[in-house]
């Protein structure tokens, strides 16, 4: 499987393109900002996206989704949960970088745990993580041993939990149980940040060792 990452908007978010070196299809993980950079990233793979499954919708992973709709026609695909976080994008916007973005994209369809999302012959495993947002999704490429995990789990932390619609306790049991299941050698590739395995944050995320659950209470 083809993976491309760049960082994008002012938060530092991890774009991804992935996309099947067999067919050309591909997709588009979190374009958050920064469309330009985005869209030369993906024209320079040669990819033709049919889908934006993004992992969340906060506004650092959103901003640039209407750029990369229109110029692909890939619809743009999130968990329902998520919606009314999407909903108080530019709001939040406003409050924290002190700009009108505009309107948040429209969400064109919906995404599931136990969906199996596929571009060309490559084929992506869905689970639900809530914790960090309500509808948190991590994509899985068993194929390749790699996981797409947006603001659930970091190299060394793990995603805040202290926004409206998210939940310490909800976290925890999230990556317990949709992600430290994974063997160790499982490769992390978060919303932000540098690139992991399961077994190294298993080992020393401080986060996750024996008796830490109450850095998880608000």
């Known amino acids: ?15 991804y393109v992935l996309g099947c070196e067999a067919t050309g299809e591909g997709v588009v993980i979190d374009p958050g900002d ?28 959103v901003l640039a989704v209407d750029a990369v709709r229109t ?36 969400v064109d369809g919906h995404i599931y745990p136990g969906d199996a999302l596929r571009f060309g012959q490559e084929e992506l495993e ?5 914790g960090h947002s309500p509808g948190s999704l991590v994509y899985i490429h068993h194929a390749s041993r790699q996981v797409f995990a947006g603001d659930v789990l970091f190299a060394g932390g793990v995603g805040r939990f ?14 317990r149980e949709q ?15 540098p690139a992991t395995t399961i077994g190294r944050e298993r080992r020393s995320n401080p986060y996750l060792q024996a008796g830490a659950e109450y850095l998880f209470e608000s």
Not at 7 to 14: A, D
Not at 38 to 50: A, E, H, P, S, Y
Not at 74 to 99: C, I, K, N, S
Request: hydrophobic share 40%; glycine share 8%.
């Open 126 to 130: 869905v689970r639900l993580a809530p």
């Open 179 to 193: 992600l430290l299941t994974l063997p160790d050698d499982y490769r992390v590739y978060p919303g932000h940040g």
């Open 1 to 15: 499987m083809i993976v491309k990452s760049i960082v994008v908007g002012m938060l530092q978010v991890n774009c």
């Open 71 to 106: 110029a692909t026609g890939a619809p743009f695909w999130l968990h329902p949960a998520d919606e009314p976080v999407l909903a108080r994008g530019r709001e939040t916007v406003q409050m924290w970088m002190g700009y009108d973005p505009g309107p948040m994209p429209a």
């Open 34 to 61: 920064y469309a330009p950079r985005v869209l030369d990233l993906i024209r320079q793979t040669g990819l033709k996206i049919v889908a934006i499954p993004n992992t969340h919708a906060h506004f650092d992973h």
């Open 162 to 175: 202290d926004f409206a619609g998210s939940d310490g306790p909800t976290l925890l049991r999230s990556i």
